[in-house]
Every structure is written in C-alpha cells, then in structure tokens.
Antibody, heavy 119, light 107 residues
Framework: EVQLLESGGGLVQPGGSLRVSCAASGFTFSIYAMSWVRQTPGKGLEWVSS????????FYAGSVKGRFTISRDNSKTTLYLQINSLRAEDTAVYYC?????????????WGQGALVTVS | EIVMTQSPATLSVSPGERATLSCRASQSVSSNLAWYQQKVGQAPRLLIY???TRATGFPARFSASGSGTEFTLTISSLQSEDFAVYYCQQYNKWPRTFGQGTKVEIK
C-alpha cells in the first residue's frame, strides 16, 4: 500500500524558514517523480514543485521560485521541501504527491498534508 | 500558463440524479487531463486520468470525456459518498495547473 507521510509543518514568522518532509513507503520510491501541491485554507489546489525520479530535474511554480527548494533522498525514500523567506500567502496545507511514472504525468497518490502557517 | 476553468462552481444535485461537470483549458492540453475528488478533511484522490480513464476503486457511474480544451466529468446517479469537490488538472505543460474546483452538494 502506497503511503506518503508528511511532517515538519508548523507556525513560522514571516521571513522565516521551514523544511517539510515526506516519508514514502509501499512503492519503489526511486523510480517515480514526486511533487508538492499546496492548498490554502478553504481554497483550491496549487502545484508548487516537482522533481524527477533521480532528483536531477526540478520544476517550480513562479510564485515560489527562488524561495522553495525541492529535493529527495532515494536511500531514505524521503521527499523534502525547503521553504525560505516565508510570506503570509504561503500559509497552506502542503501535500506530498507521487506521480504515476518517472516522467511527471498525473498524480496517483497524495499524502494527508502538512499545515504551514505563516504569522 | 494554461488556465483551467471549471463550471459551475457549485452544483446542487439530489441523490440518484445525474451530475455534469465542465472543465475548460485556455489552450490545448491534448488528453493530458486528470480529475481529482476531494472530500472534506481529506486529501485529493485520483479519479480520472488521460481525460477518460477511471482510476482504480471508482465505480462505473463516473465517466469522463473530452480532449483539447473541453472536458466533462459525469456522475450518472449520485450517491451520498459522491458529494465532494472535484478538481481538474492539466499535466500537458509546465506549470501544472488546476481548475478552481466544482463543489457537488446535496440539493
């Protein structure tokens, strides 16, 4: 069974930093692209960042480019999102998401999310 | 950026009735479109991929169609467990973009 378990969310002051982690299990982590998607309270979904299976390629939404860094440790089957220079508008639930292959197609599994509050 | 527009924002339907949700892309996304179902307090769940292929675990009352810029999700006979928010997402180009969602509520 695919499991994605986020951790590291919390309350941070504007301008602060945070690292959100996602522990993956139940599948061969190293062959799948992964992403972070966020959802602001009461609002819709926003794609944040994606990373290739090897970690060699990364993509970012314009709203986070230069502030957020996605990375992965395939030996630990863990995905990370380093969030710097936090703003109030970054307040959201951050979902870890698994793609259906190594080439960034649709997301087939989502974690339960980690709440990041900037205040 | 490809803008995904869903309509209506809210759909009020009685159990047993048919629901039709629309998703429009600002430019062609071919068939690289997914639908996700999100219930209150839960993470989204993959419902449809490739514009029309139903994901594992969803019954046949869910169907979808379309390509290019116009897409439709149909729930043929709404059950109580189908009341949720439905999002479309294109995965044809970067950045990946979602529609704003359609809330299917009990009439």
């Amino acid at each position: 069974e695919v499991q994605l378990l986020e951790s590291g969310g919390g309350l941070v002051q504007p301008g602060g930093s945070l690292r959100v982690s996602c522990a993956a299990s139940g599948f061969t982590f190293s062959i799948y692209a992964m992403s972070w998607v966020r959802q602001t309270p009461g609002k819709g979904l926003e794609w944040v960042s994606s990373i290739s299976a090897t970690g060699g390629s990364t993509f970012y939404a314009g709203s986070v480019k230069g502030r957020f860094t996605i990375s992965r440790d395939n030996s630990k089957t863990t995905l990370y999102l380093q969030i710097n220079s936090l703003r109030a508008e970054d307040t959201a639930v951050y979902y870890c998401a698994k793609h259906s292959s190594g080439y960034y197609p649709f997301i087939d599994y989502w974690g339960q999310g980690a709440l990041v509050t900037v205040s | 950026e490809i803008v995904m527009t869903q309509s209506p924002a809210t759909l009020s339907v009685s159990p047993g009735e048919r629901a039709t949700l629309s998703c429009r892309a600002s430019q062609s996304v071919s068939s690289n479109l997914a639908w996700y179902q999100q219930k209150v307090g839960q993470a989204p769940r993959l419902l449809i991929y490739g514009a029309s292929t139903r994901a594992t675990g969803f019954p046949a009352r869910f169907s979808a169609s379309g390509s290019g810029t116009e897409f439709t999700l149909t729930i043929s006979s709404l059950q109580s467990e189908d009341f949720a928010v439905y999002y479309c997402q294109q995965y044809n180009k970067w950045p990946r973009t979602f529609g704003q969602g359609t809330k299917v509520e009990i009439k």
